[in-house]
């Protein structure tokens, strides 16, 4: 299984961007997908969640602001991410939870600045 995400950009504060990650490969007991996302010098942080059956899980830094979803094949999760603060500049790794472990993708930089 392979994650390709995408969709990660420099953008001014206040601004939107939109990062997907899609999935590829021979997947069974598709799980929970999501993002992480890594600042320099912290650890990664869990930014949202969504489960197999559509269930949704923030940060409580991304909350109203952030929004998880997935396709119908559960196989590719978006972020769509408003209100954009200096504070979310970080790489944003995709994961999925399937064939009983996790896979991580390659990591998208999301850059906040004026």
């Known amino acids: 299984v392979q994650l390709q995400a995408s969709g990660g950009g420099l953008v001014q504060p206040g601004g939107s961007l939109s990062l997907s990650c899609a999935a590829s490969?021979?997947?069974?007991?598709?799980?929970?997908m999501g993002w992480y996302r890594q600042a320099p010098g912290k650890q990664r942080e869990l930014v949202a969640t969504?489960?197999?059956?559509?269930?949704?899980k923030y940060a409580d830094s991304v909350k109203g602001r952030f929004t998880i979803s997935r396709d119908n094949a559960k196989t590719t999760v978006y972020l769509q991410m408003n209100s954009l603060e200096p504070e979310d500049t970080a790489v944003y790794y995709c994961?999925?939870?399937?064939?009983?472990?996790?896979?991580w993708g390659q990591g998208t930089q999301v850059t906040v600045s004026s």
């Open positions: 490969g021979s997947m069974f007991s598709i799980g929970n």
């Open positions: 969504i489960g197999s059956g559509g269930g949704t």
């Open positions: 994961y999925l939870y399937a064939n009983v472990r996790l896979y």
